[in-house]
């Protein structure tokens, strides 16, 4: 069947949307309905164990609801297809959708979200005006203003004084000290799978953390390790041998996979469930199914190659 990997891109795409409308929908209430933040925390807050997160998170002395499913980082991949489908045509279906998976995103709470979210779509925005206006002054200097609020983003996030912060950095000092004691042991085997360590953040001996590459290499070794991401990076480089995809959707999906990678770098969503979702996804992708359009020339394709074979076994392997 030409068109197989489409439903399973397709149903995706679909259930993210309805996910961000529920974040949505959620955050309006908070917003609106402060009181209801008890409620929430009453019956949907279960400690690490819970779905979906519900509280108030401040940033940088701005308090804002934060909404969180854990399986909420695979919004940027159906988000990196909004923004394409978006930037080609100017509709309000296009709009819609590209808002909704966007504010969706961006209200999980997350730094790493946020950050993911902001990026994918300047840069998106940043390679359609300088491939398809040709806009170069344009792209240069808001490429360049772009580079200085990201790091600048970077160094407040990397700086900031807060719980979380402070766990990863614990976490780090803890994953450097034990690849100090032998590393040449890290650098070829690691520890083996569900290994545990000891990690000053929690003063306790644990299996998993949120320094999801530092975990491989204590699993695995950095020569495995390296592996391991090279093929977890496979569907970008089928993304963008697919000559069905026009530039702007190559570079869409393959910076909305790449977003998904780094934010499993402080979350621990890459070997789990929600992890292999998203490369099942994203090889879905590489086979040119992202895209509603490109059902048709699939099948056209397919119709167009069936009727050739049938007029070349008919006629004596004469075409007409």
């Not at 991401?229 to 570079?251: A, D, H």
Request: aromatic letters at 18%; glycine letters at 4%.
């Amino acid at each position: 069947m030409p068109c197989e990997y489409l439903k399973t891109s397709k149903v995706f795409y679909c259930v993210c949307l309805l996910l961000s409308i529920l974040q949505i929908t959620l955050f309006v209430v908070l917003i609106f309905f402060p009181e209801s933040l008890m409620f929430f925390t009453l019956f949907l807050n279960k400690g690490e164990e819970a779905t979906l997160l519900i509280g108030i998170r401040n940033y940088y002395g701005v308090e804002l609801p934060m909404v969180f499913y854990k399986t909420c980082p695979l919004l940027v991949l159906p988000l990196g297809i909004s923004v394409s489908n978006f930037l080609k045509k100017k509709s309000v279906k296009n709009f819609l959708h590209f808002a909704v998976f966007a504010f969706g995103f961006f209200i999980s709470g997350t730094r790493a979200d946020m950050l993911s979210c902001v990026t994918l779509i300047f840069a998106a925005v940043l390679f359609y005006h300088f491939y398809y206006k040709k806009e170069v002054f344009f792209t240069a200097f808001f490429s360049s203003a772009f580079l200085c609020a990201f790091l600048l983003a970077v160094v407040f996030l990397l700086t900031a004084n807060d719980y979380s912060t402070n766990i990863k950095s614990g976490h780090l000092s803890s994953f450097m000290s034990m690849f100090d004691e032998n590393p040449l042991k890290f650098l070829l085997i690691g520890n083996g799978p569900v290994s545990y360590m000891y990690t000053s953040a929690r003063n306790e001996w644990v299996t998993l953390t949120e320094l999801t590459y530092l975990e491989l290499i204590k699993n695995f070794g950095l020569i495995q390790s390296v592996l391991v991401v090279g093929i977890l990076l496979l569907p970008v480089f089928f993304i963008c041998k697919n000559e069905s995809y026009e530039r702007i959707q190559k570079f869409s999906l393959s910076l909305s996979y790449v977003a998904y990678l780094f934010i499993c770098g402080t979350n621990p969503l890459l070997i789990s469930s929600t992890g292999f979702t998203a490369l099942a996804v994203a090889f879905s992708f590489g086979n040119g199914t992202a895209f509603k359009n490109l059902e048709k020339k699939k099948l056209f394709r397919h119709t167009s190659e069936t009727k050739k074979l049938f007029f070349k076994t008919s006629f004596n392997g004469e075409e007409i």
